[in-house]
Nanobody, 115 residues
Framework: QVQLVESGGGLVQAGGSLKLSCVVS????????GYWYRQVPGNRREPVAE???????AYAGSVKGRFTISRDNAKNTVYLQMNSLKPEDTAVYYC?????????WGQGTQVTVSS
């Protein structure tokens, strides 16, 4: 059974930084693409960043240049480094990994950016 455990969320002032981690267990992480999504109550979950097994990355326009997604296959972990945080980045951040037709979600971690 594949499990994802996220950590690193918290409260930070605008302009600050946080680094989210997502540890994947129960499967061969190196074959999976990794994604970070975020969701504000009442809104749909939106994609933030993605990283593929070959290292290709992509970002939502609202975070490009501020956020960096990375992966460490030896540690079965995908990261999201978030810099220059803004109040509008406040959300629950979810990790998602998978390939083909099968994807898995983490439980989410709250990020709150105060102005």
């Amino acid at each position: 059974q594949v499990q994802l455990v996220e950590s690193g969320g918290g409260l930070v002032q605008a302009g600050g930084s946080l680094k989210l981690s997502c540890v994947v267990s129960g499967s061969i992480f190196r074959n999976y693409a990794g994604y970070w999504y975020r969701q504000v109550p009442g809104n749909r979950r939106e994609p933030v960043a993605e990283i593929h097994p070959n290292g290709y990355t992509a970002y939502a326009g609202s975070v490009k240049g501020r956020f960096t997604i990375s992966r460490d296959n030896a540690k079965n972990t995908v990261y999201l480094q978030m810099n220059s945080l803004k109040p509008e980045d406040t959300a629950v951040y979810y990790c998602n990994v998978g390939a083909g037709q099968t994807y898995y979600w983490g439980q989410g971690t709250q990020v709150t950016v105060s102005s």
